[in-house]
C-alpha cells in the first residue's frame, strides 16, 4: 500500500481530469460563468475541466451530487447566491451550505435583467407591474427552479408589486430562454450573461437591470430605481466550492489557480461584454467566500420566510 503524505498529495494534485459541476443544465447563465473560468483554471492546473451539468430544483440536486461526492478534488461545484437561499427554501435539504463544503473562492456578481417576449404589450417597467397585476392569472414566469436566482428575483418583484404569478419551472434558464424568445412563455428575470445578447440581438424585451447604475452594454436599459422600484436590487455572486474534507494541498492549488482566472485579461473581457467583471484577487479566497456565504443566508432566511416561498 503506498501512503501518501499530505506533502506528496500536493506535489501530484492533478493528476487528471477535474470536474466542475454545474447545478443547472447547459447554454444557461451559471454554465457561462463556469464555462469561462474553467479554461484559464485547466491551463494553470495542467488539466482538462469536464464541465458537468446537473440540473433540477432550483440547483440543489448538482449541490447535493457534489456535498456527497469523493473529496479527492477532482469534483467541484460552481454555484451562485442560491447556496445560501436554499436552506430556508427547502427544509428537508440534503446539505449543509457551510459544512459539507470547502470554499475555494469568489468568481463573480452578475446583474440582473427583467425582460419579456418581444411582444409582449407593456413596454416599460411600470406597464409590466400595471399589465401583470391585471392579468395575473394569464401571465406566465419563468425560471430554473426554486432556489435559482431567476426564482428569487421572482420572489421579490412578486413581493414589490404584491401580487402572485403564474410560475413555469425550467431545468435552467437557458431553456427558459428558448421558450422566452419563441414566445411559449411571457417574462424573466435573469442574469446578464444570458440575457446580454439577446436583448441587444432585439431577441427579447428589457425592461429594467437590477443593479445601481445603467450596465455600459445596456445603456438604454433603465436601472430598477430609476424605473420605480428602488429596493429592487439584485447582485447573483457566485462560487467555486469543493467537498469539506477535501486536502489542503489540492485547495491550495485550486485556490491559485481561480486567483489566475479571475485575473486573466480574456476572461475579464468576455465578463465586461456580458455586464459583470470577475471578482478581484483578495475576493478569490476561502475567506471571502465563506463569510459571505455565512451572511448571505442570515440575510435572506427572513425574507423568504416572509414571502413565505417554501419548496412544495
Ligand atoms: C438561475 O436562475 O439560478 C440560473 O440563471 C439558472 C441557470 O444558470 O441556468
Not at 18 to 28: E, S, Y
Not at 76 to 103: N, Q
Not at 113 to 135: C, M, Q
Not at 160 to 170: H, N, R, S
Amino acid at each position: 500500500i503506498v501512503v501518501m503524505s499530505q506533502g506528496a498529495f500536493a506535489q501530484e494534485y492533478p493528476t487528471g481530469p477535474i470536474t466542475f459541476v454545474v447545478p443547472f443544465t447547459a447554454g444557461g447563465p451559471t454554465d457561462t460563468v463556469t464555462r469561462l473560468i474553467a479554461e484559464p483554471m485547466g491551463k494553470e492546473l495542467g488539466q482538462q475541466i469536464v464541465v458537468q451539468n446537473v440540473g433540477g430544483a432550483g440547483g440543489t440536486l448538482g449541490a447535493t451530487q457534489v456535498a456527497k461526492a469523493d473529496p479527492d478534488g477532482y469534483t467541484l461545484l460552481l454555484h451562485h447566491i442560491g447556496m445560501s437561499t436554499a436552506p430556508s427554501l427547502y427544509p428537508d435539504l440534503a446539505f449543509d451550505p457551510v459544512k459539507d463544503f470547502a470554499p475555494i473562492g469568489l468568481v463573480t456578481s452578475v446583474p440582473m435583467t427583467i425582460i419579456a417576449r418581444k411582444d409582449f404589450p407593456p413596454s416599460t417597467l411600470e406597464e409590466l407591474i400595471a399589465y401583470v397585476k391585471e392579468h395575473k392569472d394569464e401571465v406566465t414566469y419563468a425560471n430554473a427552479g426554486i432556489g435559482a436566482a431567476s426564482h428569487l428575483c421572482g420572489m421579490l418583484f412578486m413581493e414589490a408589486i404584491d401580487t402572485e404569478l403564474v410560475t413555469v419551472p425550467y431545468q435552467g434558464t437557458g431553456p427558459a430562454m428558448t421558450d422566452l424568445i419563441g414566445g411559449q412563455v411571457d417574462f424573466m428575470c435573469d442574469q446578464t450573461t444570458n440575457t446580454t445578447g439577446q436583448i441587444l440581438g432585439g431577441e427579447v424585451k428589457a425592461y429594467a437591470v437590477t443593479s445601481p447604475d445603467r450596465l455600459g452594454n445596456l445603456p438604454d436599459v433603465p436601472t430598477t430605481a430609476e424605473a420605480g422600484l428602488p429596493d429592487f436590487q439584485l447582485g447573483i455572486w457566485h462560487g467555486l466550492y469543493a467537498p469539506a474534507g477535501t486536502p489542503d494541498g489540492a485547495l491550495q492549488k485550486l485556490g491559485a489557480a481561480l486567483k489566475v482566472a479571475v485575473a486573466d485579461p480574456t476572461v475579464a473581457g468576455r465578463f465586461a461584454e456580458l455586464g459583470t467583471a470577475p471578482v478581484a484577487a483578495d475576493e478569490a479566497t476561502p475567506e471571502a467566500l465563506a463569510s459571505l456565504l455565512s451572511d448571505q443566508i442570515a440575510l435572506w432566511k427572513p425574507l423568504i420566510d416572509a414571502a413565505g416561498a417554501k419548496a412544495q
